[in-house]
């Protein structure tokens, strides 16, 4: 029998669990969907029971494809900031509010006059919002868990624990690797916060009903699991100081494992643990969304075979879809800068595109300068990362190997976290 280590991802439109075998080969997977959250306003919510009737339908659909007794681990990972409060026994007692429910304005107010700027509790959308939130409703509640920390609850049966990355926007300081001091004065008891172990640490065992009616090994262990975004990272492959990964859609993502923690709060740069390494990443307005403003998906499609990567336009832009910018230049009136403007529309594209990889390269630069190895790779994902001429672009401005992911599925980063993860 084949040993099989599963990944668990809840994402923002439904469940999707993938197995692997102990060489990291993708040996089977399943997606079930999830509707969409109640919104009314800045407040974003669902019915934690969705989660767990999805996964448990993944699980049983996966089990079509691979043995699942031969499941050795289990990890989950969930989208970052996602809240709940549950009772002595687990049971929810509230809604999950979700990684963009940003309601709770006041509380974060609360937090920015006590936090340090590097915490990653700032923002009425951040998990420690959100429990101040929760808590003012007044409930039976014991413990606040994520998202993901509720479903590796429920497969163990065994509640209250979480991990390094899901706990960052909860307030925990993944540099003295524990919870700090000012929580006390925001009024928070230390019980009600998870216990917090490193990514990829097993914790439990399958509860054996559990095991049961799913078809799992009853022997199969529970981990700590991770947020998706570092799931996503783990899935392609990015493993070494100086590996990084861009993320090319409606804004431009980028993050680099680096050998200590980088923060920089005025430019929203801030660091995940990843084993013995750190995650350091930024996020730029500049992306997608600045190409869309100038042109349909369908007209970049067209104009794409007549881009002429090795001979670049000289045009010095910074495309941007409205002012405004954060990361690579904190500077919230920034304009776009997207002149001279060819008579040529596929030059103009191109220039579109340079000036998106030059905004690249300059946050990889920021990130070195704050404390990042130099650029040893660059692993490409989202949409843009399908265009290869825009990859040759990259790689001549960056001045690194540029590439493609094979992987991008965070279920599969997760299964990877399983296998990866720490004996015990």
């Avoid at 917090?196 to 914790?203: E, N, R």
């Avoid at 750190?278 to 794409?304: E, I, Q, V």
Wanted: glycine letters at 10%; charged letters at 20%; one cysteine or more.
């Amino acid at each position: 029998m084949t040993e099989l280590f599963v990944g668990i991802d809840l994402g923002t439109s439904g469940v999707r669990a993938c197995a692997v075998d102990p060489s990291g080969t993708l040996r089977g997977a399943a997606a079930v969907p999830l509707p969409a959250p109640r919104q009314d306003g800045a407040a974003i919510e669902q019915d934690p029971e969705l989660w767990w009737q999805a996964t448990t339908a993944a699980l049983v659909e996966l089990g079509t494809r691979v043995d699942l007794q031969g499941v050795t681990r289990i990890a989950v990972d969930g989208t970052s900031g996602t809240l709940l409060l549950i009772d002595a026994d687990g049971r929810p007692c509230s809604p999950g509010l979700m990684y963009n429910d940003a309601r709770a304005v006041g509380e974060a107010r609360r937090i920015a006059a006590v936090a340090p700027p590097e915490s990653g509790a700032h923002g009425a959308s951040s998990a420690l919002a959100k429990l101040l939130h929760l808590l003012t409703a007044g409930s039976a509640a014991r413990r606040a868990v994520h998202q993901a920390d509720w479903i590796a609850g429920r497969l163990a049966g065994r509640h209250g624990i979480s991990d390094e990355n899901n706990a960052l926007k909860l307030g925990y300081d993944p540099v003295q690797r524990r919870w700090p001091d000012w929580l006390a004065q925001l009024g928070i008891a230390p019980e009600l916060l998870p216990s917090i172990l490193a990514p990829g640490t097993p914790f439990a065992d399958i509860d054996p009903s559990t095991a049961r009616a799913l078809g799992l090994s009853s022997s199969a262990r529970v981990v700590a699991g991770t947020t998706d975004g570092v799931a996503a990272f783990i899935a392609t492959g990015a493993d070494m100081p100086g590996d990084a990964v861009t993320s090319l859609g409606t804004t431009l993502v980028v993050k680099l494992i680096a050998t200590q923690p980088i923060f920089a709060a005025a430019q929203g740069v801030y660091s995940h643990r990843l084993g013995d390494k750190w995650l350091a990443g930024g996020a730029s307005n500049s992306g997608g969304a600045a190409l869309l403003s100038h042109f349909s998906a369908a007209d970049m499609d067209l104009m794409t075979p007549l881009l002429r990567p090795d001979d670049p336009t000289g045009l010095d832009y910074y495309p941007l879809p409205k002012p405004g910018e954060r990361f690579p230049i904190a500077d919230p009136a920034l304009a776009p800068r997207i002149t001279p403007r060819p008579v040529e529309d596929h030059r103009f594209f191109q220039a579109l595109l340079e000036g998106i990889g030059r905004v690249e390269a300059l946050a990889y630069q920021r990130l070195q300068a704050l404390g990042a190895p130099a650029l040893r790779r660059v692993i490409s994902i989202g949409g843009g990362a399908k265009n290869a001429a825009w990859t040759r672009i990259r790689e001549r401005i960056i001045g690194a190997p540029v590439s493609v992911a094979a992987q991008t599925e965070a279920s599969y980063g997760t299964a990877l976290l399983a296998l990866q993860g720490p004996p015990q």
